[in-house]
């Protein structure tokens, strides 16, 4: 059953989530030089869905993804089961898909997104590229404090792995993909390793 009232409409519900992300991230930063609010990076992510189509429920769930992994330290961290009560299953479901498991390791848990993309749903799969392609316009444009030359590399080239998988259900997102892709290669071909 989906949690919302029969005349509440898609963009007050988009509106909704993106209040209750603002509010869970309220304290939350980037972790680029900018130290950008982290809300940015959501909003960022559920407005390129939009632009290119996505599902409702894959543009609240983009606004959500974060709300339980980078909660789980704060004084009331963001539960599943919250985000199911107040907007509903199938929301959740994308949600949970597309988040780590932060018991695991980090190089497991980079190294499952890659195995499992391809096995995840349509609306996942479009939410996870557009992660990456956020993620890669962050690397680029203000990378984390500490990220030699080295590392981005490592992780545009993690990135293009991961989306390797999630292709095939919205061409013209694929295509956002691809030029980000290039555009982040071209970046850092051109930075030569400078350091961030």
Request: charged residues 25%.
């Given at each position: ?61 983009a ?34 898909e ?17 195995r ?11 939410l ?46 694929d295509?956002?993909?691809?030029a ?17």
């Amino acid at each position: 059953m989906d949690s919302h009232t029969p005349t509440e409409t898609d963009l007050a519900r988009i509106l909704r989530a993106a209040v209750f992300a603002a509010r869970v991230h309220a304290t939350h930063r980037r972790k680029g030089a900018a130290a950008e609010p982290y809300v940015n990076h959501v909003l960022e992510v559920a407005e390129i869905l939009a632009a290119h189509a996505a599902p409702p429920a894959a543009i609240i769930a983009a606004l959500l993804h974060d709300t339980v992994e980078d909660s789980d330290e704060d004084p009331e961290p963001c539960t599943l089961a919250q985000i199911e009560a107040a907007f509903g299953a199938e929301v959740a479901g994308i949600v949970a898909e597309v988040s780590d498991d932060k018991s695991l390791p980090k190089e497991v848990r980079k190294g499952l997104q890659v195995r499992n993309g391809p096995k995840k749903s349509d609306a996942a799969k479009q939410l996870k590229l557009a992660d990456k392609i956020s993620n890669l316009r962050a690397i680029a444009a203000s990378p984390p404090k500490g990220w030699d030359h080295a590392r981005r590399l490592e992780y545009v080239g993690w990135a293009g792995r991961v989306a390797a998988g999630l292709r095939g259900v919205n061409p013209a997102l694929d295509a956002v993909f691809e030029a980000t892709y290039r555009d982040a290669v071209r970046r850092l071909a051109a930075d030569g390793g400078t350091p961030a």
